[in-house]
């Protein structure tokens, strides 16, 4: 059994965050890059916990408000212990930095209409929180603000939630005046995106005898999602199978493949079948032979780092008998990569449209009125 892990954390170096724009110049253009975020130290694994595990829009709970802090609390310590084993912390702000640093030198060249751009995190359930990011955009002052979701695909747990927050934020603190403000809100089948992926799987199909090769399996792999939200109408499964299909045309069809669904919590049923049911059950089958693929995951984290690399490409692998399991890194710094992100915000920066009339629209069976008032406000906003 040959395992190609990734620990990745090393190979990138902290990017402290500017206050100005990445000419060093005051920002014409915000881009504020928003995702969930992960604890860069131990000691904040259990605020993040909590914030998860309050959030209504990612997870509802019978008394939440109580039940919430309990599961952060009993959970924190195994979860400390897994980040422990990844080198003690997340590594997606650093790369985050990265990616938007990138990006935005890349726009400076290509939209110089629009320069200086400068790139914010905002982070969900960890710092830098978006509602204090935010603040350090009105005080940077930039002409416009772009709201750029880092899951490139929709879920109203994730990027919904990202938004919902802007939402309730500014219902506490006014708008900056003169400020136009938009919204990327999901990018699955963006080409250059596309070939990012395409690419990370032909280094690891390489990486496999030629005598093998044709016969590995891509086994594409996504963070689930309970099956109440799937039947309320989230578009997540739907956008997660735009891109495995684009990514498969990509390559040209060469190798037998399949979704499945990771990191499921809790008794409730969510999308399936799990990745390592997936794994277990070819190896039955008598396919041996995989890469794994992360791809919701624009860089590497716990889920990439630990649940992939350590409990699949190694513990389960070595448990079932698999021959050869690699796994495809995470978008992270690629070219091409970065290349998807600046020219989605050029394209973006060029349309007169603020705001994807999909985005506008809530889930058919959605009984959350938080959504309902947080895109009428976007409509308001983004115009
Ligand atoms: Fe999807 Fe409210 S749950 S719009």
Known sequence: ML??????????????SLRLGSTGTKPKTAILMLNMGGPQHTDQV????????TDRD??????????????????TAEVQKKYNEIGGGSPILKWTELQGELMCKDLDSISPETAPHKHYVGFRYVNPLTEDTLQQIEKDGPERIVLFSQYPQYSCATSGSSFNSIFSHYQKHSL???????????WSTHPLLIK?????????????????RKDVVILFTAHSLPLKAVTRGDPYPSEVGASVH??????????????????????????APATDDTIKAYVKQGRKN????????????IET???????????????VGVEEIRRAAAPNDHPLFIKALSSIVADHLKDEQGVNPKFLMRCPMCVNPRCGDSKAWYKQVCK
């Open 3 to 16: 395992f190609k892990g990734r620990i990745l954390t090393s190979a990138i170096k902290s990017t402290p």
């Open 46 to 53: 259990h605020d993040y916990l909590l914030r998860i595990m």
């Open 58 to 75: 990612m997870i509802q709970l019978p008394v939440q408000s109580r039940l919430g802090p309990w599961i952060a609390q009993r959970r």
């Open 176 to 186: 900056p005046k003169n400020t136009k403000f938009s919204i990327i809100d999901r």
């Open 196 to 212: 990012t992926f395409a690419d990370r799987i032909r280094d690891e199909l390489n990486k496999f005898s030629e005598a093998k």
């Open 246 to 271: 684009l990514v498969m045309q990509e390559l040209g069809k060469t190798n037998p493949y399949f979704l499945a669904w990771q990191s499921k919590v809790g008794p409730l049923p969510w999308l």
């Open 290 to 301: 995989f890469v794994l693929v992360p791809i919701a995951f624009v860089n590497e984290h």
């Open 305 to 319: 780092l630990h649940e992939l690399d350590i409990e699949y490409c190694d513990e389960l692998a070595k448990e």
